[in-house]
């Protein structure tokens, strides 16, 4: 976008952009048609403008209007219960314990339960995690079923009175029925203490077009409140969230940027998208 | 076929000859599924270069029907970019071979070190497995459960949790290893971003502690436009030999192949599909050219 003047290649610049930071062919095409529509309305002269107003596109995309607080207070007596999930390697357990962090500053007890039973070493990496930030974790033995660990957890944390219950749950790829289904039955079981106030999906900054199903599938099953974003410290855009929000109507709510328990942030609109199109500061 | 594909072809089906805008149309769609399935934009518009080179030579030499001569041309060229028939591990003359593996955050590496451990283990060697995380929370005890599941000793003298010098446990661990007498040393590191300059320069210390023969770049298949950026990071870092693609058994397309294969101009060893150990194969660059089609 360095000429002043607009011509085929300001367009071919700005959907180059746009595709190269995984927002996708769909979305690309529809936001840049409205931009050429704006464009001629608005009788835009100079490739500046144009790329304004395509941040303000992209902008209204991610409906900057909408609540992206995290439901974490505790209702009366029952702490809050956010779920973790998402397929393997995106940052779960990671940003458990980041959130437990930012919890923990804030004054509130938090209590996590390591509901991922199956990856080698996944429960004493959360409880590594816990010892960090200073959380109890309830965790079972290996190869246990992971939706009575959720539910042990939850009901300690109620014991226990502590504001905030993470549960953290096991990779998986959305795919995969069985697990799917595993994963629907851990919140079908923890809803029996009372409902699950955040499900918090992650997705890796890196993904393609295979984020668009994670997210679909996974709200199919247990009904996504919240992307968290992760390694957005790395050189990945993050622009498949864009079609997310456009398709679900799923709004990022925090995004993670690096591998250290402050490395947590919440997700601004303005932000991610000068950071896309790379005119951020 | 993908619907998009499918429609093409059909679309030239039945017609005679390949003409110039018949090549156009159809590289507009190839172009379109090549981005889709998460093939790199400046990968798709190299392959679309050669592919329509390749099309106007051939609309007038053979004797296919036009819609058989795209599809083959297309399959063809994808395979002979993701590696023809492949390779194999590269072993050294005189043991223990090294494997250093490398690659971003939660791409699959330390899970890669139990297979390729069972794999090569499983084959008469005598592998040893090196904890050279010593970052990510618990990825020392990640590494010795699978271990003990893969049979295979696990040198790790240094807990790790933030604690240790993985440049100096990776060079230990040859010496371990001789004197153990293991033929096969795999190197198991952090995670880590192709922009984080200290990361990058710890890995080539690791590199120049053990001298790999092999360094395997994994890349989870899920990956999308990074990935070119990415292969460039740790190609100029450490440099690699060989890539693997994990996750491969998910359904997202994978052109993270293309990418990388463009980028590093190394060979995809292996394909990672699952998290049990023994979800590992060799690569198949046919597959892999159809599953990037939607084919
Ligand atoms: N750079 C960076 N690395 C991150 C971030 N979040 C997580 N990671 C790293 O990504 C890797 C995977 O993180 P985990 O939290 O173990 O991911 P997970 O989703 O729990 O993984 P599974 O439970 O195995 O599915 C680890 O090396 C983390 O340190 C982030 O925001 N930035
Ligand atoms: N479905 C599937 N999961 C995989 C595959 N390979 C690894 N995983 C899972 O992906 C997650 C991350 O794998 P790791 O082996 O810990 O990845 P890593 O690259 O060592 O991660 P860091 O050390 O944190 O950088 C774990 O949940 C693994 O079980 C695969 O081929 N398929
Ligand atoms: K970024
Ligand atoms: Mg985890
Ligand atoms: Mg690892």
């Known amino acids: 976008l360095s ?41 835009t002269k100079t490739a500046a403008d144009v790329r304004a107003l395509l941040a303000e596109e992209l902008v209204a995309a991610l409906e900057p209007g909408m609540d992206r607080t995290l439901r974490s207070a505790p209702t009366g007596d029952t702490p809050a219960v956010i779920m973790v999930v998402g397929v393997n390697g995106a940052g779960k357990t990671t940003t458990c314990g980041k959130i437990a962090r930012v919890l923990i500053a804030d004054g509130r007890t938090v209590l996590m339960g390591a509901a991922d039973t199956f990856r080698a070493a996944a429960a004493e990496q959360l409880a590594t995690w816990g010892s960090r930030v200073g959380a109890e974790v309830v965790r079972g033995p290996e190869g246990a079923d992971p939706a ?115 490395d947590l942030a919440p997700f601004e609109p303005v932000q991610f998208v000068d950071a896309l199109l790379g005119t951020g500061a | 076929m993908s619907d998009r594909l499918s429609g093409i072809f059909g679309k030239l089906r039945g017609k005679g000859k390949l003409t110039d805008a018949d090549i156009d149309a159809t590289a507009r769609e190839i172009r379109l599924a090549l981005l889709e399935a998460d093939v790199a934009l400046p990968v798709v518009k190299a392959f679309i270069h050669t592919l329509k080179e390749r099309a106007r030579g051939a609309a007038v030499s053979e004797a296919l029907n036009p819609a058989q001569q795209v599809i083959k041309i ?128 710890q890995a080539a210390g690791i590199r120049d502690a053990v001298d790999p023969d092999e360094v395997i770049f994994v890349i989870d298949a899920m990956v999308g436009q990074d990935a070119v950026r990415t292969a460039e990071a740790f190609r100029d870092g450490v440099g690699i030999t060989g890539v693997v693609l994990s996750k491969l058994d998910g359904d997202a397309r994978g052109g993270a192949a293309l990418s990388v294969r463009h980028v590093t101009g190394q060979p995809i060893l292996f394909a990672s599909t699952g998290e049990k150990l023994e979800d590992f194969d060799v690569f198949h660059p046919d597959r892999m050219a159809s599953r990037i089609l939607g084919m």
Request: glycine residues 12%; negative net charge.
């Open chain 1, 3 to 43: 000429r002043d003047h607009i011509d085929d290649d300001t367009w071919e610049e700005i959907e180059d952009s746009l595709i190269g930071a995984d927002v996708g062919i769909e979305a690309t095409t529809a936001i840049v048609e409205r931009l050429r529509e704006r464009t001629r309305v608005l009788g």
């Open chain 1, 148 to 262: 009575s660990v959720a539910f042990d957890a939850v009901k300690r944390g109620i014991e226990t009175r502590v504001d905030t219950v993470l549960v953290d749950t096991a990779g998986r790829l959305q795919n995969k029925v069985g697990l799917m289904d595993e994963l629907g039955k851990v919140k079908r079981v923890v809803e029996k203490h009372g409902p699950v106030d955040e499900t918090l999906l992650v997705l890796d900054a890196t993904t393609g077009q295979n984020g668009l199903e994670q997210a679909r599938v996974f709200t199919e099953v247990v009904d996504v409140t919240g992307v968290v974003l992760t390694k957005l410290d790395g050189t990945a855009k993050g622009g498949i969230v864009i079609a997310v929000q456009r398709k679900l109507g799923i709004p990022v709510k925090l995004v993670g940027l690096g591998e250290g328990p402050d």
């Open chain 2, 74 to 201: 297309v399959h063809e060229e994808l395979i002979g970019v993701l590696g023809g028939e492949g390779r194999r591990l590269q072993f050294a003359k005189n043991p223990p071979t090294v494997i250093m593996l490398a690659g971003l955050q939660g791409a699959g590496k330390t899970t890669l070190a139990g297979k390729l451990a069972r794999w090569l283990k499983a084959q008469g060697h005598q592998p040893l497995l090196v904890a050279a995380d010593l970052q990510r929370p618990n990825a020392v005890n990640q590494l010795q459960v699978l271990g003990q599941r893969a049979g295979v000793e696990v040198y790790a003298p240094s807990g790790g949790n933030g604690e240790g010098d993985p440049i100096q446990v990776a060079r230990d661990s040859i010496e371990h290893a001789k004197r153990q007498a293991r033929d096969i040393v795999i190197v198991d590191t952090a995670g880590r971003l192709g922009i984080d300059e200290e990361m990058m320069a």
